[in-house]
């Protein structure tokens, strides 16, 4: 396409955009952008990524480790169906029975940067930035722990999180899930969220790559597949719904100067967003046809 095709693209984009906004809507009037974090956001699993430090301080055992890395193999490989997602909680409550919350926010804390900063996907994080200069709440919804979730999303300068919650008695995880974010249960999070927040949840952003987040994609009024597996791509695909492929994990200090705690670098993030305005409204506006 031309650059005069590509411009009138960004106009029409942009007038419809306008037009959506002075449309009324029956739940409120802000937007948000619901992000799933595992192989959308970032290239890997999240709470795998933990399971070294974990090691390494005496919480998990050699052989935890080991169905640990291979559970995640599977996932990386074809992604993960509601069989292997109910398994994966019960061994996730199984295994943090008795852990103490403060030290796990503690190894979370300090590796955080080492261990999750190289593998943000650099695609996710200007697509954030875009949502961010448009004025949209980013949200990042996961499956995993909010101890875990909660200081990624700070570094991505998100808004809100949505995550899995355990009970937790005397400091310590009783190995039961008080919530777990996982499917019905992301609409349910995003729905009170919306509640709360005011969003309209018809003028909303949701992006995943799992079929078991086609509850919460189906919930928002712009679903995206984003390096779907099979079946979701299929849904996707049957719908009409876009399809983005982000294969670029980058450490975002590379990208930008970065304080050393986390509630800086979200401060940092937003700065970024500023600075990539032009550039990065114009690419991804060009990459949503």
Known sequence: MTADGD???????????????????????????????????????????????????????????????YAHFLFMLSGADHDQMERMRANLTNMVAGWDVEQVKSIVAETLHELVDPLIYAEAADLIADHKIRGHDVVIVSASGEEIV????????????????????????????????????????????????????????????????????????????????????????????????????????ARFQSPSSTTLAATAAVGLSAVLAGAVSYRLLRRRR
């Not at 960004?10 to 619901?34: C, H, N």
């Not at 999180?161 to 995003?190: H, L, N, Q, S, W």
Request: net charge neutral; with cysteine.
């Open 150 to 253: 909660g200081p990624i999303a700070e570094v991505l300068g998100a808004s809100h999180t949505a995550a899995t919650r355990m009970v937790v008695e005397d400091g310590r995880y009783t190995g039961e899930a008080e919530f777990y974010c996982y499917g019905a249960g992301k609409v349910t999070a995003i729905e009170k969220l919306a509640a709360a927040e005011g969003y309209d949840l018809s003028r909303c952003y949701a992006y995943s790559d799992s079929v078991t987040d086609l509850p919460m994609l189906n919930a928002v009024g712009h679903p995206t597949a984003v390096n779907p597996d099979r079946n979701l791509r299929r849904e996707a695909v049957a719908k009409g719904w876009p399809i983005l492929t982000f294969s670029n994990p980058v450490s975002l200090w």
């Open 7 to 69: 411009q009138t693209e960004l106009a029409d984009q942009t007038a419809r955009d306008v037009t959506a906004t002075k449309r009324p809507s029956a739940g409120g009037e802000r937007v948000a952008a619901f992000f799933d974090l595992d192989k959308t956001v970032i290239a890997k699993s999240s709470t795998y990524v933990f399971s070294k430090p974990f090691y390494a301080q005496g919480l998990l055992n050699r052989r935890a480790v080991l169905e640990s890395s």
